[in-house]
């Protein structure tokens, strides 16, 4: 008779804060056992050679979800979360987005239409906040952060989904009380619209002007008003996909004062560069999202922060409009300007490779710091730690298992979404996962899905201590009602 459901032998674990050898024992799809010569599994791995993670938690991912241009991310929910399971991922966190003149709830009553019966791997949402009625932040919202939806994004810039800064005290004000994470898109609107406007005019609508108008003081700028706001308020935020030296410094500096600000950035902004926009014809269009990728220099503040401990997050910001395709990059045209172009790029199923590779592989990171960037400290800010994100005894058995020597070319050919090309086209990485489990199951095997539709489950998230204020008021009074 078996001890356990399966036994993973001989892996080096790693986890955020430790790297050791031990075999792995899961019962009921949760880790049961971790130790030295478990007893016998109905099913065993054996791991030798072998590197053994958390499942990746990519936190901030757009699946099913329409453009503020009317686009459709070409990923459902079903070759979104094959793609994620194919590259170490095991738990995804989109967004069910609002529009002006929606119900909140029923957004998250369609979004979780779109879910059912297609997630291979476990998901939770974000909300996306862009019509702060007093219906949605007085009734709507508080009653959904209770029912596990507790954090949410706000924009600053994009016409449809902007909010101005009063909306913003209040939805702040809001987060306060209920203790729910901010999460800020920080782009200067007006700069941008200013510097589009004077560019079209002059006839400058190539990709690569894309880049020129979302330039890095608007979001500095929109980055140290955010922290503004938030200080006054006395609330924690997280400040989204950072793209700038500029942008990071001022985070930088509000955390040097012990603030409680969150920074997250992603491949683009590692691997990318605002050359990749400036490609022949139409081919920019390619890499173009908000913010845009910088130059090769920024590349390496952007690397610093990440070793440094500036940024606690590491996700793709998995945005995947097709490029030949009439419903993705090229819904305007094969020529349309810059400002029509659906925004965004995809990455889900190479987001921890790249890490990997580039970060543990070539000495900038180590084992503990890539499980806390792809892992551990997103489950833990938006509250499924210690479910998800770690390996330890309870938790789920969410388990990425990697060859670290394992040589891959990255083709569009070998990924698992609905895309017709990867912005990481011919990169030579070391590193890939070979297995990934979802609850002690394997979803991806060999490079190949095994996985099945609707086996993910979503989960409600708890409360994270991230989101406590820290008692510190910039006006002498508590206005929080």
Not at 195 to 224: C, D, M, N, Q
Request: hydrophobic share 40%; aromatic share 8%.
């Amino acid at each position: 008779m078996s001890d356990y459901d399966l036994v993973v032998r001989n892996g080096m674990v790693a986890t955020a804060a430790d790297v050791f050898r031990a075999d792995i024992g899961v019962m009921d799809g949760r880790i049961a056992t971790i130790g030295a010569k478990l007893g016998r599994g109905r099913r065993e791995i054996d791991a030798e050679a072998k590197i053994v993670t958390p499942g990746g938690v990519d936190s901030h991912c757009h699946i099913a979800q329409r453009s503020s241009l009317g686009v459709m991310t070409a990923d459902d929910f079903f070759t979104a979360t094959r793609s994620a399971a194919c590259g170490g991922t095991t738990t995804v966190i989109p967004f069910a987005a609002q529009y002006r003149g929606m119900s909140l709830r029923q957004v998250v009553q369609d979004y979780h239409a779109s879910a059912e019966g297609k997630a291979v791997v476990d998901y939770a949402f974000h909300l996306i906040i862009s019509d702060p009625t007093e219906q949605v932040t007085g009734q709507e919202l508080p009653a959904l952060i209770k029912d596990g939806y507790t954090s949410f994004k706000i924009y600053m810039t994009y016409d449809l989904l902007k909010l101005d800064d009063r909306q913003i005290l209040e939805v702040l004000t809001l987060a306060r009380r209920e203790r729910a994470l901010v999460m800020v898109h920080a782009e200067n609107h007006d700069v941008i619209s200013w510097l589009s406007e004077k560019l079209l005019t002059a006839g400058h609508s190539a990709p690569r002007f894309h880049a020129v108008a979302h330039a890095p003081i608007a979001e500095r700028e929109a980055t140290s008003r955010a922290i503004s706001l938030a200080e006054l308020m006395d609330v924690p935020i997280l400040i989204v996909h950072v793209s700038a030296r500029e942008a990071m410094e001022q985070i930088r500096l509000a955390q040097d004062r012990g603030l409680k600000v969150y920074a997250e950035t992603c491949p683009q902004y590692l691997f990318l560069t605002a050359d990749d926009l400036d490609r022949p014809g139409f081919e920019g269009a390619k890499y173009m999202c908000s913010p845009p990728p910088r130059d090769k220099a920024n590349q390496e503040v952007i690397w610093r922060g990440l070793e440094t401990g500036v940024f606690e997050v590491f996700s793709s910001d998995h945005a995947p409009y097709r490029y030949d395709d009439p419903e993705g990059k090229m819904k305007h045209g094969r020529n349309a300007p810059f400002k029509k172009v659906a925004n965004g790029v995809p990455g889900l199923e190479v987001r921890t490779a790249l890490l990997f590779s580039e970060g543990v592989g070539k000495g900038r990171i180590d084992l503990p710091k890539f499980v806390a960037l792809t892992a551990t400290n997103a489950a833990k800010l938006y509250g499924l730690y210690p479910r998800k994100g770690t390996i330890a005894v309870g938790a789920d058995a969410d388990l990425a298992i990697w060859d670290p020597d394992k040589a891959v070319t990255i083709t569009q050919s070998m990924m698992h979404d609905a895309m017709d090309y990867t912005p990481y086209e011919g990169k030579q990485i070391k590193g890939w996962p070979v297995i990934t489990l979802v609850r002690g199951e394997p979803v991806a095997e060999g490079g190949e899905f095994v996985g099945k539709a609707g086996r993910g489950q979503f989960l409600k998230c708890d409360i994270s201590p991230a989101s406590k204020p820290l008692g510190r008021t910039m006006i002498g009074y508590d206005l929080t009602p």
